[in-house]
């Protein structure tokens, strides 16, 4: 009996796994030298392939091996198993077998880095065991490695979460020519890049939220003799938990091909030593320059104190960083083809503030790093702001992050681009909106024209990039009153761009986190678009049975409607408005006379059929097409998902219908 390509693509990874428990490499390494030994004698002949699996059965090893072997491990999905393998440096949530075959390279050096399984995630002692099918909050591990991103299977939340998985991680010198040579220990020892490690917590709703994010040293295998080392590691929380523990992850560690030589555990722990010295020593340097440069600042003017200049801001682990560090030159290949592309990207990813227990009012100080960011899937304005600001640059725009007031002296930052013809643009990196600056003259005659104010922006306290830090001295912080011409020195007080790149260039310090590459997606947009549409018309027809209302389907109305979302989302991207009068003009042909036409279009930034349709009725145009009563009422409605990096959606439902109106 043949199986399907998939089945057989899972027998072999259950048999590999299983032979891996049993250590079966190391037997038969026994074996055969046993084999050797005994062969060999004055009139030793060659030993061929039957000799050796002879000496194995005659071990017993074949019959251990077939009597241990039980087909319990749960298979791979249909659409798992179907999808092509992926790069290293996109999430390997695929099938495993595929991604060992195409990975592995004997001439590279890899890290295998297991994840033994985890404890004391107290937070979860009280949570019953889910039942078989039901649904469940679930964790999730993220790493990043040199360039390379991987993704762990969803496991139940628990205080002993079955986190049990294997990352294939290539370690390997960035340089010319240096790419195919192997990584020898003294070349390994002298890279100081972490493994990053993002725990995510998603509940039932789909909600996300981040339970830790760790940067592991991976330099502690180069002493081990057997080349493989077991450790535990604690995760400590983030935000105001920064201090708290949050669980503890069991992590085994292993060099392929292994190590011919060793260090001595005292050597890595020197070069830590000197590392953290190094850029401890740097980071005293910087804070001096910073202090003095502030104090400078004040001197220009008294009011330079209230002015929102932020040099330093914590990440997720209560670490105080240089805001320029946050920004970083970000290509994103071919993912994202323009930068309007990339506001529209940056702009689906959700808005939330950090967490806070408690009441006062006060917001929670949390920049996150991109990791963490992306891996949650929302964040802040400085995260988005930051992100869009990367991006753009990466576009090769002259981008700022501006940080600064909104309405209400709301604190705010957004992203600020400078043409070659001087002209300045603001983007918001929350909604993908740009405007264009036009600053007003105060010392203009009083009739005269001036521009009127376009943006929601009131002060700007001080803008800032990868390499570049200014802080407003003009008279006024007023957005409108602004000149953003950054070479005069009376208007914008400049940081030195040495002392910048001392702490913020990438590789200048060993506390910088590397910047993650994006993740293609995954996500099918037509199959999700069907299966959110098929959802929806369920619910609809339960809403209007609990109604006493029949409910029937017009699909060539359904069909019409796409033209008018794929229209709404291109307009998100460009700006520009297409395709209106066609979509018009279907509606009308399809429409007969005497019958009237409704529309309710709706834009989410999820996938969760009950909540999207639960917020349309809310609405009372909603409510009026889905409740609609009268004489020969077709319904419609369509949904169209677009699918961006990091598998975010942009998720657009229409729902419509059509009747005779009777007076």
Same mark, same amino acid.
């Given at each position: ?5 998939? *089945? ?58 077939? #009597? ?11 659409? =798992? ?24 390279d004997p001439s590279r050096r890899c890290l295998y880095l297991q994840v033994l399984g985890g404890k004391a995630f ?30 762990? #299977? ?46 995510? #917590? ?21 002493s081990s003799p057997s080349g493989k080392t077991c450790f535990a590691v604690e995760l400590m929380g983030v935000g105001s938990e920064c201090k708290v523990p949050a669980g503890v992850l069991t ?126 899937? *929302? ?86 990039? @990868? ?25 914008? #007080? ?6 910048? *790149? ?53 699909? @060539? ?40 036409? *409704? ?46 990096? =990091? ?17």
């Amino acid at each position: 009996m043949s199986l399907p390509p998939e *089945k057989a693509s899972e027998l072999k990874q259950i048999i590999h796994n299983h032979l891996r428990k049993m250590d079966i490499h190391g037997k038969i390494r026994e074996v055969l030298a046993d084999t050797v030994r005994d062969d060999q004698g004055p009139a030793h002949r060659s030993l061929s392939e039957a000799d050796f699996l002879r000496a194995l059965q005659c071990r017993g090893i074949i019959d251990d091996v077939m #009597k241990d072997l039980h087909f319990t491990q749960e298979a791979a999905t249909d659409a =798992e198993t179907r999808s092509p393998p992926k790069p290293a440096t996109h999430f390997v949530d695929k099938d495993v077998t595929h991604l060992k075959k195409s990975s592995i390279d004997p001439s590279r050096r890899c890290l295998y880095l297991q994840v033994l399984g985890g404890k004391a995630f107290l937070e979860h002692l009280q949570e019953p065991e889910p039942l078989p099918g039901q649904v469940c909050s679930t964790f999730t591990l993220y790493l990043h490695f040199r360039n390379q991103r991987f993704r762990s #299977k969803p496991v139940p939340c628990a205080c002993e979460p079955n986190l049990e998985e294997g990352f294939l991680l290539e370690i390997h010198r960035d340089g010319i020519g240096e790419g195919s040579k192997m990584a020898d220990v003294t070349t390994m020892l002298s890279m100081c890049d972490p493994v990053h490690l993002v725990m995510i #917590k998603t509940d039932t709703s789909s909600d996300t939220t981040l339970v830790s994010s760790y940067f592991l040293d991976w330099r502690t295998v180069l002493s081990s003799p057997s080349g493989k080392t077991c450790f535990a590691v604690e995760l400590m929380g983030v935000g105001s938990e920064c201090k708290v523990p949050a669980g503890v992850l069991t992590v085994s560690l292993e060099l392929y091909p292994p190590l011919t030589e060793t260090l001595s555990s005292d050597i890595i722990s020197t070069q830590q030593s000197l590392e953290r010295q190094r850029t401890a020593e740097k980071e005293r340097l910087f804070l001096v320059y910073a202090k003095q440069w502030w104090r400078e600042f004040l001197e220009i003017r008294p009011s330079h104190q209230s002015k929102m200049v932020k040099i330093f801001a914590q990440d997720e682990n209560g670490i105080s960083r240089p805001v320029c560090s946050y920004v970083r030159v970000l290509r994103a290949g071919r993912l994202l083809e323009s930068p309007r592309q990339a506001a529209r990207f940056v702009s689906l990813l959700a808005n939330e503030k950090a967490p806070v227990v408690g009441g006062g009012g006060g917001k929670q100080e949390q920049w996150c790093t991109l990791m963490a960011f992306l891996c949650r899937g *929302k964040g802040d304005c400085e995260d988005h702001a930051t992100l869009l600001c990367s991006l753009l640059l990466g576009f090769g725009l002259d981008a700022y992050v501006c940080v600064g007031t909104k309405a209400k002296g709301v604190p705010h930052t957004w992203v600020l681009t400078r043409g070659t013809d001087g002209s300045i643009t603001f983007w918001e990196s929350l909604t993908a909106h740009r405007y264009l600056h036009k600053a007003i003259d105060p010392d203009a005659p009083a009739l005269a024209p001036q521009p009127k104010p376009s943006s929601p922006y009131r002060t700007v306290g001080c803008v800032f990039n @990868h390499q570049t830090f200014l802080a407003n001295c003009q008279p006024s912080d007023a957005v409108e009153l602004c000149v953003f011409d950054f070479q005069n020195q009376s208007r914008w #007080k400049a940081m030195s761009e040495e002392a910048l *790149k001392s702490v913020c260039a990438p590789g200048s310090t060993t506390s910088l986190p590397l910047l993650p590459p994006l993740c293609a997606p995954s996500l099918d947009p037509a199959a999700s678009s069907n299966q959110l549409e098929l959802e929806m018309r369920y619910l609809v027809s339960e809403h209007r049975k609990d109604l006493e209302l029949a409910t029937v389907w017009d699909d @060539h109305l359904s069909y019409l409607l796409s033209s008018a979302l794929s229209a709404y989302e291109l307009e998100r991207c460009t700006g520009v408005s297409c395709g209106n009068e066609e979509f018009q003009d279907a509606v009308r042909r399809a429409v007969p006379d005497g019958h009237t036409f *409704k529309g309710f279009p709706i834009h989410f930034l999820h996938r969760n059929a009950r909540r999207a349709f639960a917020t349309c009725l809310r609405s009372p145009f909603c409510q009026e097409i889905v409740c609609c009563r009268g004489d020969h009422v077709r319904l419609a409605v369509r949904v169209r998902v677009f699918v961006y990096p =990091e598998n975010t959606c942009a998720v657009w439902l229409m729902f419509a219908c059509k009747y005779r109106s009777v007076l």
